[in-house]
């Protein structure tokens, strides 16, 4: 008996060493769900015959099974996502690039890396190889999503061309895509992981041509932005850490090869 429950003791002891130092429950959930906003974003997420799909969708069914979270998901345009995660309304939003003016209010939890591109249309594209190239066709309108964040150097090309009054906005990516197909701008930034759904479910492949317009800058910090209302920076540090354990365990990119090629998957996974 005794050597029975010697080995017990020493069975038990292993599997207290090989758990995570952060597993189910180890985050605090609090007392009520937790409320996470989605907004289309290609591949990111989107609805098909009414299911949710996309990567932000499975890494949440990944939190929600390492942590034992109860999460109240909705889907809402980006403009008020943003309102409400500032009034308090929101706790997470799965997509969110990080900069400074965001971080008085949010916290960043990287989830993937990427760039922006500039999709020109065909007929344009001959003659525009770059950014300057492109503002030096008065002719030429680029469209934005409202509110939208491409980067220090792209953000600043934009202040110029609205002071022209050549950037037209639109309320989310896909109207502004649909805008694009129309002809109605003649170029706009876009993220892989967005024009690889676009482009094929608009048949635009023919039409655009995809440059790179910041070949020596830092790619962009994917975030699922957290409200400093609700987590404190300990437990943000947390899910952090949960994160960095579904990156190296591998789960993260299995997630993203469900949406992308391998060579972007690549890129995505570089933090």
Wanted: hydrophobic share 40%.
């Amino acid at each position: 008996m005794m050597a029975i429950l010697v080995r017990l003791l020493f069975a038990v002891a292993l599997y207290g060493l090989s758990v995570s130092p952060v597993s189910a429950g180890s985050v605090d959930c609090g007392i009520t769900p937790i409320r996470v906003a989605q907004y289309t974003l290609g591949l990111r997420y989107y609805v098909e015959n009414g299911q949710e799909k996309g990567i932000n969708k499975d890494i949440l069914d990944e939190l929600r099974k390492r942590t034992g979270c109860s999460f109240v998901v909705q889907e809402m345009p980006f403009a008020r996502i943003w309102a409400d995660l500032n009034s308090g309304n929101l706790d997470i939003s799965m997509s969110g690039v990080w900069s400074a003016e965001r971080e008085k209010t949010l916290w960043c939890a990287q989830t993937i890396t990427s760039k922006w591109y500039a999709l020109i249309r065909s007929e344009s594209a001959s003659s525009v190889r770059s950014a300057e190239d492109f503002s030096a066709n008065k002719k030429l309108i680029f469209g934005v999503v409202r509110g939208f964040t491409h980067g220090v150097g792209h953000d600043k090309w934009l202040a110029k061309m609205r002071q022209e009054g050549r950037v037209e906005e639109s309320a989310n990516i896909d109207i502004l895509a649909e805008k694009l197909k129309k002809g109605r701008v003649d170029g706009m930034f876009s993220l892989p992981y967005v024009y690889r759904k676009h482009l094929p479910d608009l048949q635009m492949e023919r039409q655009v041509m995809i440059e790179d317009w910041a070949m020596d800058e830092k790619d962009i910090v994917g975030c699922m932005m957290m409200t400093k209302s609700r987590f404190s920076e300990t437990e943000v540090a947390r899910w952090k850490l949960i994160i960095r354990q579904m990156h190296g365990d591998g789960t993260l990119k299995r997630i993203f090869s469900r949406y992308l090629p391998a060579d972007e998957v690549k890129k995505a996974l570089n933090f």
